[in-house]
């Protein structure tokens, strides 16, 4: 019976290699990088609310409308 705990060694091993080539970022670019993304974040969120907001206004528009066509 083959041990299995030597294959996960032997992964785990292979991922510290692959980790070990890895080029990281430096501190700097790091702070850039989350800058970016939060930057981003707050654009794409405020683009979403204002969609979201605008189909609100929409929907209440149409519903107004056919509240006023039925009664």
């Known amino acids: 019976m083959k041990n299995p705990f030597r294959k996960l060694g032997v992964f785990f091993g292979e ?6 080539k890895a080029t990281w970022p430096t501190p700097k670019e790091c702070r850039h990088y989350v800058a970016v993304v939060l930057i981003g974040m707050a654009l ?13 206004q929409v929907v209440d528009l ?6 006023g066509a039925l009664g």
Do not use: C, T
């Open 15 to 20: 991922v510290v290699g692959e980790l070990r």
């Open 44 to 56: 794409l969120g405020s683009y979403v609310a204002m969609v979201d907001f605008s189909l609100i």
């Open 62 to 67: 149409f519903s107004n409308w056919v509240r």
